[in-house]
């Protein structure tokens, strides 16, 4: 009797000890990393750090016993700004997760300071592919998008409704080129051609040039494998100089619906791309829209949508590992489905890439609108086991 | 040219140095105060604050000494930063030989650039430098081994001399701090040599300076190589602080921050950039967890600085003290 | 048919007329940094800024209070050029005496905080600016489709560049302009106000600024960062010209264009780099700059 009851106070001191003495410190510090100020500030930004909040009022603010404290910094887009604030967010502000980090220079350098110092670092920001391949990490995961989803994606839906020849206008910019190189890869394994491309220096402000070329190539489509202000001057030229009139169709390789508000549905119409995710897709969505509106003033783009789908699967994780412990955390995101508004049935594999259906978009013509944010047709769902790269091929050590 | 004429060239410039043991006292509690940092600051934000205090010093030998404006240090700050995170990554090589080997780069870049743009005045002088610094980036955009945009990531700090652990953080903020100090020293060694007297004969006068049968441009050539090694030192120790080097160290933003941090701490004074770039940096780093708009506030202290602050702060401070004038 | 290098020439063609028209952006706002150093001895890096702000201006003149293109065409100028004088009375005036560096850097200062104040307001994104009804639409040419808006914002250009060119060389106003520069003191003992001709000056060139970014502005996106890249664009075209030469600004933005865009033909990543190769060319061989005295 005396040795059960004896036992019995072991078991609750382990259990209750299993509840405090494993989170690291008393509370769960998420730190958000983006870019605030410059070119991703629309994208991400703020309503990154609006979604994470909304992520931790669905726990009541509480995990495992533990507050949920969110911090966010601005890295101006500079890869030694981002380095220098997670190396100190992880050192002296007991940061337990980065989250978001766009910006590819950025979000590798994360990415090596989050493994050596074993953080978990959720990124829905960044596109670069070797995020989850050379570069990936135990502790990394890959949320909203990548350039290979975008690019391949755009690639094979195009190549599906008969328009096989392509032509890119690039940035000359790695991320630039890993978009012109995934989608060559997937239209070329396809069996169309790509019959030309033309690079332009990141920053260019008049396309008409290029554009001119595209178009003297007669190819199907003209790919923009280009991001942000370029993207938009160049559909908006496009429009100008009538390329759509004459039969081409255009495709953007990396567009989010913050660049296609700016744009205007006029200069839009009739782009088609990749998206990670549409505020109007169903009830779930809509419904978590219209929050996230009432808080930003806007809708959430992808990259947004992904900060709150992945900060609430790393709760989830925390919640049922009982414990901040970075390594069993990774396991518990793997192991466990993800399954909210912005991923249904997502999985996450071994190399970090978060699995879940894209959609392939059709931007509306401005008369098909019922008014602002309704810009998009949904052509096609594009399945999670095809959006993404098999992650035997992505080059990732930890994918054995 | 005698020993003597050069002597009285510089006595005619400035007067003898009356406050050396107060200048001495104030280096001893600067590198005291720099000495302790660590502790009571978070390490790598101070290494930071190091390494772009050496960057504007290394400016400030041109601009305030020689009166140069170059537009373009960004090129060495950021070339050097490459070829060290490149040699230490890539080549395998040991710190001290990669920081070598990038300040080697930089000197070499300077001389080249020197070359063509020292014999402009002025506002052409600091165009001709901007162009130049600007195919340096278009270079470090189409190169292969600077990863474009990526940068190259995940230096490795090394073993400096096989002895000092430099993943250690205080190991590393040490081998930073001699850095500077070397840095530090050999430009006070410049400025307080014939040489720096004859860059400030030239700076305040050049036609007169040749009158006196100076070769000015070699003077000049010299400081601007002097200059971008310096620029290039602290670049090579930020790749390997950071262990990243990117775009953004040859972008010509960066020659503007060097400007406003040397102007804002005080040109042509030796502590002058080391106060501005604290500042600068501690204001970027504290405005980055704000809502306050960055180059909102960056913009507006320039702007005040330039209409009302034209010595700067430690310029300021000096032309206040009494036994001393401007 | 012959071909270039591979290149047809049609193709060349319709490549050369568009860099006439990006030509004739570089020229009008080099035209206004060039107005403004020959007097004021001032190098105005907020000329970039001042554009993004002409454009911003049309925008809002749009959304805000219903007025069109051909409003915003006088209105924004106006207000940008009403700005540079504020500008010019409380700041810029205070440095004179001083080194042209102090101008310099002063201004690019005043960039920082218009860019960085429209950014927190407005996001990065840009905003939409439709072309006037007006000029919808295009020509064939036969070798390119010519959107009819680039013919008229060539057109546009051109006539203010060598309107204005006009009005310094060859007119009396213009006289009293070039001879205060030569000589304030001397102009002011004839009785002309030239702190106030300074201000006009100011206020005309960043004006100039704001005119393009009107003419930007259906073109490219509304965009608080659209200045920053062009700004030192267009200060290599104001130095290759010679600092100050209006003749030299003009006829340099335009040949820049057309350089610009063959190397977008023929090697189209250096395209934002040739302006700088072509500036360190001229600089060795010219110090002064093509149309420009030393100093």
């Known amino acids: 009797m005396r040795s059960l009851l004896l036992a019995g106070t072991a078991l609750l001191t382990l259990t209750s000890g299993a509840a405090h003495a494993q989170m690291s410190n008393d509370v769960i510090r998420i730190g958000v990393l983006n870019d605030r100020s410059g070119i991703y500030a629309d994208l991400a930004g703020e309503g990154s750090a609006i979604a994470a909040r909304m992520a931790a009022e669905e726990f009541g603010g509480k995990v495992a016993g533990a507050p949920i404290e969110i911090v966010v910094a601005d890295h101006q887009n500079k890869a030694d700004i981002a380095a220098s604030k997670a190396r100190e967010w992880v050192d002296t502000g007991n940061v337990d997760v980065i989250a978001d980090v766009p910006n590819s220079a950025a979000a590798l350098a994360v990415q090596g300071i989050t493994r050596d110092k074993k953080r978990i670092f959720l990124m829905s920001g960044p596109g670069a592919t070797a995020l989850t391949g050379a570069q990936c990490s135990p502790y990394g995961f890959h949320w909203a998008y990548d350039n290979y989803a975008m690019a391949a994606g755009t690639g094979r839906a195009l190549y599906e409704q008969g328009k096989k020849n392509w032509y890119f206008v690039t940035a000359d910019y790695a991320f630039g080129q890993s978009l012109e190189e995934e989608t060559t890869k997937m239209v070329n394994k396809l069996g169309g051609k790509i019959v030309g491309s033309v690079r332009h220096p990141l920053g260019s402000a008049d396309f008409s040039s290029f554009l001119l070329q595209a178009q003297g190539s007669k190819a199907d489509v003209i790919g923009f494998a280009n991001a942000g202000a370029d993207a938009t001057n160049a559909v908006k030229q496009a429009a100008e100089f009538g390329i759509t009139q004459s039969g081409q169709s255009l495709a953007g390789l990396l567009l989010f619906i913050t660049d296609i508000h700016a744009l205007g549905l006029p200069a839009a119409q009739g782009l088609m791309f990749t998206e990670g995710f549409y505020w109007n897709l169903d009830d779930q969505t809509r419904d978590w829209s219209k929050k996230f509106e009432a808080k930003a003033g806007k809708k959430p783009t992808m990259v947004q949508a992904g900060v709150y789908s992945a900060v609430r699967h790393y709760l989830k994780a925390v919640d049922a590992a009982k414990t901040d412990d970075p390594d069993k955390v990774a396991a518990k995101m793997r192991e466990l489905p993800v399954e909210d508004m912005f991923a249904k049935k997502g999985k996450v594999a071994a190399n970090g890439r978060m699995f879940h259906d894209m959609y392939l978009v059709r931007v509306k013509a401005p008369g098909q609108s019922k008014g602002p944010w309704d810009y998009y047709d949904v052509v096609k769902t594009i399945p999670a086991e095809t959006a993404f790269l098999d992650p035997a091929l992505s080059g990732c050590p930890l994918v054995k | 040219m005698t020993a003597a004429s050069q002597a009285t060239a510089a006595a005619s410039l400035r007067g003898p140095d009356a406050g050396t043991a107060r200048t001495a006292l104030l280096f001893a509690v600067g590198l005291t105060i720099a000495a302790l940092a660590p502790f009571a600051l978070y390490p790598v934000f101070v290494m930071k604050v190091l390494c772009f205090a050496l960057f504007a010093c290394a400016f400030n030998l041109l601009i305030g000494f020689a009166g140069l404006l170059s537009f373009g240090h960004a090129a060495f700050f950021g070339g050097a930063a490459y070829v060290t995170a490149h040699a230490v990554k890539v080549w395998g090589l040991p710190p001290e030989l990669g920081l070598l080997l990038g300040t080697a780069a930089a000197a070499l870049l300077g001389l080249l650039f020197g070359a063509i743009a020292i014999r402009r005045q002025g506002i052409y002088f600091a165009m001709i430098t901007l162009a130049l610094s600007q195919m340096v980036f278009f270079m470090a955009l189409q190169l292969k081994f600077t990863g474009g945009e990526d940068g190259i990531q995940g230096v490795p700090r090394g073993v400096l001399f096989g002895v000092f652990d430099l993943t250690q953080p205080l190991t590393m903020y040490y081998a930073v701090l001699t850095v500077f100090v070397f840095g530090f020293a050999v430009i006070w060694r410049a400025v307080h040599s014939p040489f720096g007297q004859v860059l400030k004969a030239i700076r305040e006068n050049e036609p007169r300076a040749i009158s006196l049968g100076y070769r000015t441009e070699r003077y000049k050539l010299l400081a601007f190589v002097l200059s971008a090694s310096l620029a290039g030192l602290a670049g090579g120790t930020k790749a390997l602080v950071f262990q990243l080097a990117s775009l953004t160290d040859v972008q010509w933003q960066m020659s503007g921050e060097v400007v406003l941090m040397t102007l804002l701490g005080g040109m042509g004074t030796l502590v002058g950039p080391v106060v501005g770039a604290g500042l600068v940096v501690t204001l970027e780093s504290y405005l980055a967890a704000t809502s306050l708009p960055v180059p909102v506030v960056i913009g507006a202290i320039f702007v005040v600085c330039v209409l009302l602050f034209r010595r700067g702060i430690v310029g300021e401070i000096l032309a206040r003290l009494p036994g001393r004038k401007g | ?295």
């Open chain 3, 1 to 295: 048919m012959f071909d270039l290098l591979g290149v047809p020439p049609q193709v060349l063609f319709g490549q050369l007329l568009l860099g006439l028209i990006n030509g004739s952006f570089y020229a009008l706002l080099s035209l206004g940094l060039a107005v403004i150093f020959g007097m004021l001895n001032v190098i105005n890096f907020a000329h970039g800024a001042l554009y993004m702000v002409g454009a911003f201006v049309a925008w809002l003149l749009l959304n805000y209070l219903g007025l069109g293109y051909w409003w915003a065409l006088f209105l924004a100028p106006t207000v940008v050029g009403l700005v540079g004088m504020v500008l010019e009375k409380t700041m810029l005036s205070r440095l004179y005496k001083l080194d042209h560096l102090y101008g310099l850097l002063l201004t690019f200062g005043l960039a920082l905080i218009l860019e960085g104040a429209f950014r927190h307001q407005y996001g990065v994104s840009g905003q939409p600016y439709p072309i006037p009804d007006l000029l919808k639409g295009g020509q064939n040419l036969g070798f390119m489709f010519l959107p009819n808006y680039r013919g008229w914002v060539v057109a546009a250009s051109l006539i203010v560049c060598f309107g204005t060119w006009f009005a310094i060389e060859r007119t009396r106003l213009g006289a009293y302009l070039r001879a205060a520069t030569e000589n304030p003191v001397l102009v002011q003992a004839f009785g002309i106000n030239v702190p106030v001709m300074v201000s006009l000056t100011y206020a005309f060139g960043v004006a100039l600024a704001g005119l393009a970014g009107v003419l930007a502005a259906p073109i490219y996106q509304v965009s608080p960062l659209m200045g920053s890249n062009l700004i030192i664009i267009v200060f290599a075209v104001v130095v290759i010209g010679g600092m100050g030469s209006i003749l030299g600004a003009i006829l340099t933005g335009l040949g820049l264009g057309l350089m610009e865009g063959l190397t977008k033909v023929f090697y189209p990543e250096a395209s934002n780099i040739v302006v700088f190769v072509v500036m360190a060319i001229v600089l060795l061989i010219k110090p002064a700059g093509l149309f420009g005295r030393e100093r």
